[in-house]
């Protein structure tokens, strides 16, 4: 199902959104439930299938939006242990990216879905689409050859000040 809605929020695809809007809402109504607010400021991991061009166009010092669910662990080796599976998925081309999210104590943008997730062991945490983050850092992580993307999630993406609506989207 999260495949489904991947594809749709990405395609921008009208029709499947709104076949989909029901469970969507009621995904981001658990997201953004209070009880999942993290307890404290978290560090997180996520591999990326963006292209060079993609992350060529991601600037240090800019904001952005992210343009999807975006799904993240909390232990590092996590990331490592998904992308091999990751790369057979993508026909064996490899990645070349990963991202490294701080995510402030009470963000109402991420939560933890350990406990209801099928990866329990990689201590997920989801954000909404549509999250607003500021690019910390570019960096070539030499232990694994990836380029390590550093972003700050913005504990609330809906204060227009700090995160107006039409900040670029970022693919995560």
């Known amino acids: ?18 076949r989909l809007m029901p469970y969507i809402k009621c995904l981001n109504a658990f997201i953004l439930d209070e ?17 060079k061009a ?5 600037q240090v010092g800019d904001k952005y939006r ?7 662990a909390t232990r590092r080796s996590a ?13 064996g081309r490899e990645l070349k990216y990963t ?27 989801l954000l909404v689409p549509f999250s607003a983050i500021l690019v910390t850092g570019k960096t070539l992580n030499r232990d694994s050859g990836m380029v390590e993307i550093s972003a700050d999630v913005l504990e609330d993406s809906n204060v227009l000040e700090d995160s107006p609506l039409d ?5 995560a």
Do not use: N
């Not at 009880?35 to 292209?51: D, E, I, P, Q, Y």
């Not at 993609?54 to 991601?58: N, P, R, V, Y």
């Not at 992210?66 to 993240?72: R, S």
């Open 1 to 18: 199902m999260c495949r489904l809605v991947q594809r749709a929020i990405l395609a921008d695809d009208e029709e499947a959104l709104e």
């Open 35 to 51: 009880k999942g607010l993290l307890a404290r400021k978290t560090v997180t991991h996520r591999t990326s299938r963006m292209t």
């Open 54 to 58: 993609q992350a060529d166009s991601i």
């Open 66 to 72: 992210l343009g999807m669910y975006v799904a993240t």
């Open 79 to 91: 990331v490592d242990e998904l992308r091999e599976w990751q790369e057979g998925e993508m026909a």
């Open 99 to 125: 991202w490294v999210f701080t995510i402030p104590k009470g963000c109402r943008q991420a939560t933890k879905i350990s406990s209801v997730s099928h990866y329990a062991k990689e201590h997920e945490v």
């Open 167 to 171: 900040l670029p989207t970022a693919p």
